[in-house]
């Protein structure tokens, strides 16, 4: 378990020129690494070691070796994770996989360090720089000492330490614990939870988070970005620069909020979402407007899945995923999947007649999907042919009565 907190030291100017020095010898540091890796196909730290190490302590003669070993070591992540997209993208599109940059590292960067060139001993924490080893006094915000203890076994195992826009020097400290021993609630309800861009969550029970409010704000920074952008001036500029980060900040507290909510629930012991980590918006290029591409480029549904997974982890609820694949064309009801019964945000099954929001209708189709594998763990779920319904025979008219969903679990 890993978390972090950012200080702002009060340094010198002699000592923010020495971390200034060292980011342009770390960055360079980065890239004599990877671009030896690349030329010679490999990622192997004692190879880069064996063959770098001189040549980088000719050219950054005052960076401290922990420095350059930190730096290595972020070359050989970097390159690792270049390797992986550059073969993935290679199967689908060659000639982009041959233009892919090769990772490289400003000299505005932030510098990676870990225990052997940072320390923290009470109020005082030192780090390495080309000149000397800074000394500073710092503070750590109370309510994150509360709630990360040393006495619970936390303990500082690194820091990113770079510079803000302002020229502020910012230390990142980052603590590690083992992960506790948390009994699973095995005792709890099974939930659905669908993902999309007009509600955010909706639940297999009704529950609706709505994203009006995050649409309203996309909206006006959209607005007031292509107004500054085309008006170009530079106090134009400088309102750019101002307003930066203040739409991505606010999803991700909307992102927190919600996360905190479902998290928080004592009858849950499973929270069912779609696996959306192979959607690609190229696919959606001829399939839908504008408009919604634009919509689903800024969508921010991993961000709150990653949020999702580790608080329900604390509280003993696991997270499952199933196939994406027909939840929002599915009836939950007789299990017919037919597109054209969804019309907006409302579904109206053809078949049975049965009528409910369609965020609740796919919210309880993810839900069913789960049951099912968990009642058959040696089969996968099959999905139902079109037009025919969960009994087997073909439907062909609409029942007289509208049905009500109603939530099924395990027996």
Avoid at 283 to 299: A, D, I, P, V
Avoid at 379 to 403: C, F, H, M
Wanted: aromatic share 8%; charged share 30%.
């Amino acid at each position: 378990m890993r978390r972090s907190v950012t200080v702002f030291p009060k340094l010198t100017d002699k000592e923010v020129s020495a971390i200034v020095e060292t980011r342009k010898q770390y960055a360079r540091t980065f890239n004599m690494s990877a671009e030896c890796l690349i030329n010679n196909s490999s990622t192997s730290k004692r190879f880069l070691h064996k063959v770098q190490y001189e040549r980088i302590k000719e050219e950054c003669p005052s960076l401290p070796t922990g420095l350059i070993q930190c730096a290595r070591d972020v070359a050989v992540e970097a390159v690792k994770a270049w390797n992986a997209k550059k073969a993935k993208l290679r199967q689908k599109h060659p000639k982009k996989a041959e233009r892919m940059k090769s990772p490289s590292m400003k000299e505005r960067c932030t510098m990676r360090y870990d225990v052997r060139t940072i320390t923290l001993r009470g109020s005082q924490l030192t780090f390495s720089t080309c000149d000397r080893r800074i000394r500073t006094i710092i503070s750590i915000p109370e309510f994150f000492s509360e709630r990360y203890p040393e006495t619970e076994g936390w303990k500082l195992k690194g820091a990113n330490i770079g510079m803000d826009r302002n020229g502020r020097v910012f230390v990142n400290l980052i603590y590690e614990c083992p992960d506790p021993v948390i009994e699973e609630n095995n005792d709890g309800k099974i939930v659905g939870l669908d993902r999309g861009v007009y509600n955010i969550v909706t639940t297999s029970e009704g529950v609706h988070y709505g994203a009006k409010d995050a649409r309203r704000v996309k909206r006006r920074y959209n607005h007031v970005r292509s107004e500054l952008q085309e008006k170009g001036t530079r106090s134009a500029k400088r309102r750019l620069m101002a307003i930066s980060g203040c739409e991505k900040r606010f999803v991700l507290d909307q992102n927190h909020c919600i996360s905190k909510k479902l998290a928080n629930a004592d009858d849950v012991s499973v929270y069912v979402l779609e696996d959306l980590s192979s959607m690609n918006m190229l696919k959606l290029k001829g399939k839908s407007n504008k408009t919604m591409r634009k919509w689903l480029s800024n969508w921010s549904y991993s961000d709150l899945e990653a949020k999702l997974s580790y608080k329900c982890q604390m509280n003993g609820i696991r997270v499952e995923f199933v196939d994406a694949r027909y939840t929002s064309q599915k009836c939950s009801v007789c299990k017919t999947i037919d597109k054209d019964s969804r019309k907006g945000n409302r579904y109206v099954c053809r078949h049975c007649g049965s009528r409910m929001h369609a965020d609740t209708n796919a919210a309880i189709n993810i839900r069913d999907s789960y049951i099912t594998r968990a009642l058959k763990p040696g089969q996968a779920a099959v999905n139902q042919p079109y037009g025919w319904s969960a009994t087997g025979r073909p439907e062909t008219e609409p029942v007289d009565k509208t049905l009500t969903s109603k939530p099924s679990g395990l027996p």
